[in-house]
Each structure stands twice: as C-alpha cells, then as structure tokens.
C-alpha cells in the first residue's frame, strides 16, 4: 500500500459497525436455531472468517444488503483449524458450541501455548459452570451435558472471558454472576443482542453481570454499535495531519478516553449530534498514556498515538499495561525518523519535526493503521507491506481516506 505524505485530511467520514462488537455477535447467534438477522455487516477480513466458521458449523448463513442471514442450528461442534489460526476471537465459538451442543473441540492458535497466549479465564469460567476440560494435542476439548449458574470471579477484566462466559450461562440451568468482568462497549452490546433473543441478562457494562439461564433461544434483527476503534483511528489521523474532519456514526460516550487525550495534546474535538469534529492548529504537545480496560484509554489506540506522537514537541511516555508485547510497531516508526525508546511496557516518544516515508511492514491490525497515520503527514511516500492486516479490521479504509483528501494506493 503506497500512502503519499504530508496530506492535511478534510471532508466527512462515516464509522462502519464494530469489528470487536460483530465478532461476538456472530459466534453467540450460534445460540438459537431460529433465523438471526445481522444489520450493518462491514466487509472486513476477521468478519469474513467468522462466518465462514460458523458456515462450516451448519448454519445456513446469507450475506444481502449488508445484512447476514443465520438460519439452523450448527451441526457440528469442531471448528476446522485452517479457519481457527487466522483469528484468535474464534474461541468466542466455545461458550455457545458448548452451551447448545455440550461438547467443542478448538484448536489452540499455531505455537501459542495456553501459558503464553492464554485462554485460562475462559476455561476457568466454563468450568465454574460444570464442565470438564481437557488440553491434548494442541485442542481444547469441553464438554458438560448440563451447564449450572455460578459465581464466576474473573482474575483480570478479559473481554472475551466475559463474553465467552456470558453466551454459556446463558443456555445453564440457574443464575451465574459474573463479577470482575469487562466494562467494554462490546460487552453490553452483546448482552443486548442476546436479550433481543430471549437472554436474560442484566448488569453488562457493570463489574457484575447477572445471567439468568433460560430454555432455548429465539430468532432477532439487530444493528450492532459502531466501531469506537475505527472512529478513534480517524480522529488521531485528523490531529496527526493537522487537518479538519468530520466523523458520522460515532458514539462520543464509548471514545472519552481518546478525546481527552487528543484535547491534551491541542487538538480540538467538537460532539454534536452524535457527529464528532476533529481538527488542530497549534503543536502537539506531548502526553502521557496508559492502555488499561475500558473505560481507561484503550490499547487498541495506542499505536495510533505513538505515531501521532512522534510529532509532538516534546516527549511523551506511553505504558502498555494490557497486552505484554504490543510494541511492535515501535520498530517500524524508527524505520520513518521517529525517536522512540522502550523499557520493557514502556515507551519513550521523543517528539522530531517530521517523518520520512519508507518502505515498513504492518505486523497487526492496529500497528498497520499507525502506519497509516505516520505516513499520511511524513515527507515523501511511505510503501506498506502486508497491509491486509488494516483489512482485517477496517472496511474500505483506501477510499474512506482517499475521500478525505488522501490519495493511496493499493499496490
Ligand atoms: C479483545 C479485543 C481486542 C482488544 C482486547 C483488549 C475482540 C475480538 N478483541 O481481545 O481488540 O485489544 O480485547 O481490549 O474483542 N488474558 C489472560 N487470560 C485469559 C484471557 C486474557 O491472561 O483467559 C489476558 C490477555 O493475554 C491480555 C489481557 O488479558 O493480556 C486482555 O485480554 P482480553 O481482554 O481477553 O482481550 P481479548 O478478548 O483477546
């Protein structure tokens, strides 16, 4: 992907549906025979392999103005591992495989060990609910013929632990309380979905949610929330270019942290009516950050920054505390003339006046949008490889930024 540099972003910008927020919606549709209905299915990659999983599964899935069509219940309970080890969030199939089907047998993802990449709270949580686990030959295999409500205390806040949980009591016999859970957006929008069903579900978006077991689960047409994450994106590549955009289908509520952050380093950001204005004239001045689960400021935004920063006159420090390696990015902006430092989760950006284009590789989703960013105001042209990774997570993103007055390439 070639991004020409020193561009100044203006124009309109309309946010697709959360990737973070479908991903567990398709899986927990897994839950009911009945026809679901999916609204405002962006095209990205990670969708794309979920529901050619849940295909494999035995639902009948059909894809029609932007809308999937579930119907029938999965007949199978393995999902195939050539799928599996191209996105993690495939374990968000184990709660409800095991929940309807009461046996799933995953793969564990390519050389992760459980200790290394680990899956321990969600396995933990199914067995709280009465099921038995079993690691051999690099699968997971649960299996319960009944599941019963628990108190479930999760050790750390995992979004996908809670969620994973959430979709299997939701089918057990008695009431499960999950406490220390994840407050995400995501969270609550997969509660709502699993309510439209007939879930019975109260407290998501809380430290404590109370699942409500019922008998079976029932047809639904439902719009996810839009992408906090996309929108966050694109207001960090509006202060990076010291452009001026406006950003449509946003909920400012769920992007609290990102603004404050981008208010503290001069940008402006303006709400109303549910739209949101970007823009800055002045220097970035420099900030300190530290990714923590929502609603602390997300690390699913931290690469976009660290390159935003980068131009900032000053140093800024960035601390990783959610992900234990999530720097690589790091290497790549070094590659374009930033002056970055880190020390173990810690970051050191010192700000410089300009990046240079350079030929940089996009290792993951997020470090790929940084990428982006950093090209967009660098000197010259910036030539990034693999970038089907921004395709994983952001639909059209060529064109949405092409429409704002950018003008890269596929290549
Ligand atoms: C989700 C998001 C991802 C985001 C992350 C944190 C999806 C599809 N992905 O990922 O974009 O970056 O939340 O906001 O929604 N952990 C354990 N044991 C477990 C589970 C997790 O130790 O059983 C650790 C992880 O290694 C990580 C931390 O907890 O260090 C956070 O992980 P988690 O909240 O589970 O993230 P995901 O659900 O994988």
Redesign the pocket.
């Known amino acids: 992907m070639l991004v020409p540099g020193k561009v100044r972003l203006m124009g309109e910008v309309e946010v697709s549906s959360s990737?973070?927020?479908i991903?567990?919606i398709l899986a927990a549709s897994l839950l009911s025979d009945e026809t679901k209905i999916i609204k405002n299915v962006p095209d990205i990659r990670?969708v794309t392999v979920i529901t050619e999983l849940i295909q494999y599964l035995g639902v009948k899935v059909d894809y029609r103005d932007r809308s999937l069509h579930f119907s029938g219940g999965a007949v199978r309970e393995t999902p195939p591992y050539e799928l599996v080890r191209l996105?993690?969030?495939s374990?968000?199939v184990m709660g409800p495989l095991l929940a309807k089907k009461g046996s799933v047998r995953v793969s564990l993802p390519g050389g992760c060990a459980i200790g290394t990449?680990?899956?321990?709270?969600?396995?933990?949580g199914f067995e709280a609910l009465g099921a038995s686990i079993n690691v051999t030959g690099g699968d997971v295999i649960a299996k319960a013929n009944q599941l019963y409500g628990n108190h479930v205390y999760l050790?750390?806040?995992?979004?996908?632990?809670?969620?994973n949980i959430m979709m299997a009591a939701s089918l057990a016999q008695g009431t499960t309380y999950i406490e220390n859970a994840?407050l995400?957006p995501?969270i609550v929008d997969l509660a709502n979905f699993m309510n439209s069903m007939g879930a019975r579900i109260t407290g998501a978006g809380s430290n404590v949610i109370k699942i409500e077991g019922v008998e079976k689960l029932s047809s639904t047409d439902y719009s996810p929330i839009p992408d906090r994450?996309e929108a966050g994106t694109y207001m960090v590549a509006a202060a990076a270019t010291a452009g001026d955009i406006i950003i449509k289908n946003i909920i400012p509520e769920h992007l609290k942290a990102v603004t404050a952050k981008l208010l503290e380093s001069n940008a402006i950001v303006e709400e109303n009516n549910g739209h949101i204005r970007v823009y800055r004239q002045q220097d970035i001045k420099p900030v300190y950050i530290k990714?923590q689960?929502?609603p602390g400021f997300?690390?699913?935004m931290q690469a976009q920054f660290m390159a935003y920063l980068s131009l900032a006159r000053g140093s800024s420090v960035i601390t990783e505390s959610?992900?234990?390696n999530r720097f690589m990015h790091v290497a790549e902006l070094l590659r374009m003339g930033a002056k970055i430092k880190t020390e173990g989760r810690t970051a050191i950006i010192k700000g410089c006046r300009e990046l240079t284009g350079a030929r940089v590789r996009a290792t993951d989703?997020?470090a790929g949008a940084a990428l982006m960013i950093a090209g967009l105001t660098a000197r010259g042209s910036t030539n990034i490889m693999n970038s089907e990774h921004i395709d994983r997570?952001y639909e059209n993103i060529v064109a949405k930024l092409n429409g704002l007055g950018a003008n890269i390439r596929r290549v």
Do not use: C, M, Q
């Not at 990449?117 to 933990?124: G, M």
């Not at 050790?155 to 969620?163: F, H, I, K, L």
């Open positions: 990737k973070n927020a991903l567990p990670d996105i993690r969030a374990f968000l990449r680990p899956i321990d709270l969600h396995l933990k050790d750390y806040p995992s979004v996908g632990a809670t969620e994840a995400e995501e994450i990714t689960p929502y997300p690390t699913d959610v992900f234990e989703l997020r997570g």
